[in-house]
């Protein structure tokens, strides 16, 4: 059988593969996608709780990490949040604003691989599923695609197939393979947005798995001020999925259990309520069972008169900052995306097409670019997608 040759191939039925692949369909060009999944947008289906956070209305450069962070600049401002909900408009889907700046849809996550798909049958694009790959080369100007026997060509070739993160949904490196394999450099990939676990004398906050509070996370430069949940294992929630994407084996990371109390509280607190017991105080601001865990680890109880200004100026500042030292994280299996990947130094941030390959592009997770927790990464793989759409 002789090899079917197309404009495009498009390797990942996810979020920055669909969306390239409609928009350059729409642009007359055939492409072919391909997954080794039987159905498309597996990760989108669970995002946002089964709603899709599908973008951000913050979406601003600063809330991406990269080795190079100018590179999301270009893409983020030819392809914005408007762009893409004027679409989600357009095929009538229902949404809603959350905290932070953050779009859901008011129904399902299949909305939005339904809007893909569609935006997809618009132009020449067509979808094989449930093919692994077996063979990827290039020679003569084109890319040559091997799966199940066929081998199809085209002079342009789109890496799209994510990170490992949640590799129980069918994630893994291949993106990475594929590229060394064109002598592209990657980054070190490590998990992020992803819980983190504790060990020695942090164990003991374990008894308080499932209780959360509003705190300031840092770690390094990085600061961001949402929930944190205590775990079995660690820590979890908002602020640390986070500030895990900053966070470096080996560091500590510090957090703030009562950001908006000034210094000199405790003091203050000491004139005008003496006889209240130190817990008491904290349980005021704080879940009960995280006072009473704080209280202990700080030897403080009794009423607050009966303390030193110097032992509650000294529990201030801990209470600040709070030093944990985490032993890891919960890995790839847990993290929602992938930090790492392919270097951006490697692309064109106009196009995202390889400087030493004409006609290989990568986009999406598959990038050293990660965004904050919200719907920002998931804008970058519409942005990139769209990108690397209108220079094929």
């Known amino acids: 059988m002789p090899a079917q040759t197309y404009d495009a191939i498009v390797l990942g039925a996810g979020a920055a593969g669909l969306l390239c692949a409609a928009m350059a369909g729409q642009r007359g060009r055939r492409v072919l996608v391909i997954d080794h999944a039987d159905k498309p947008g597996k990760k989108i289906l669970i995002s946002g709780g089964g709603r899709c956070n599908f973008t951000n209305i913050g979406t601003a450069p600063d809330r991406f990490l990269s080795a190079n962070p100018h590179f999301v600049r270009s893409p983020l401002a030819r392809f914005t949040p408007a762009d893409f909900l004027a679409m989600v408009e357009r095929h009538g889907i229902a949404w809603h604003e ?14 939005i691989v339904d809007m893909l798909l569609d935006e997809c049958a618009r132009g020449p694009v067509e979808l094989a599923l449930g093919h692994p790959i077996t063979a990827v080369d290039h020679g003569d100007g084109q890319f040559r695609v091997s ?56 164990l003991l906050f374990r008894s308080l798995s499932g209780v959360s509070a509003e705190v300031i996370a840092r770690a390094g430069k990085a600061a961001f001020r949402e929930a944190a949940l205590f775990t079995h294992r660690g820590l979890s929630g908002p602020a640390i999925l986070q ?26 607190a000491k004139r005008t309520t003496p006889r209240t017991a130190f817990q008491k105080l904290l349980a005021s601001a704080l879940p ?30 801990m209470l600040a900052a709070w030093r944990f030292e985490p032993s890891g994280t919960e890995g790839f299996a847990k993290a929602e995306v992938t930090a790492g990947g392919v270097s951006t130094a490697e692309l064109s941030s106009q196009t995202m097409e390889a400087r030493k390959l004409p006609g ?7 990038v050293d670019v990660t965004g904050w927790l919200g ?4 804008q970058w793989a519409w942005a990139s997608g769209w990108a690397a759409a209108q220079a094929l």
């Open 98 to 111: 959350k905290t932070l700046g953050q779009l859901f849809c008011d129904g399902s996550a299949r909305q």
């Open 147 to 202: 799966r199940d026997g066929h081998t199809v060509h085209a002079p342009a070739l789109v890496i799209a197939t994510g990170g490992p993160s949640i590799p129980q949904m069918g994630a893994s490196g291949f993106a990475y393979e594929l590229a060394r394999r064109f002598h592209l450099k990657v980054v070190e990939p490590r998990p992020a947005l992803v819980p983190l676990t504790l060990r020695g004398d942090d």
């Open 243 to 268: 500030i895990s994407s900053c966070w470096r084996r080996g560091e500590a990371l510090t957090i703030d259990f009562l950001p908006d109390h000034d210094d000199g509280w405790l003091r203050q």
């Open 288 to 317: 009960d069972r995280l006072a009473e865990a704080l209280a202990q680890r700080l030897a403080l109880s009794g009423a607050l008169a009966t303390l030193t200004d110097a032992r509650l100026t000294a529990a201030e500042r």
């Open 360 to 366: 290989l592009y990568v986009i999406g997770e598959a």
């Open 375 to 378: 719907g920002y990464n998931f």
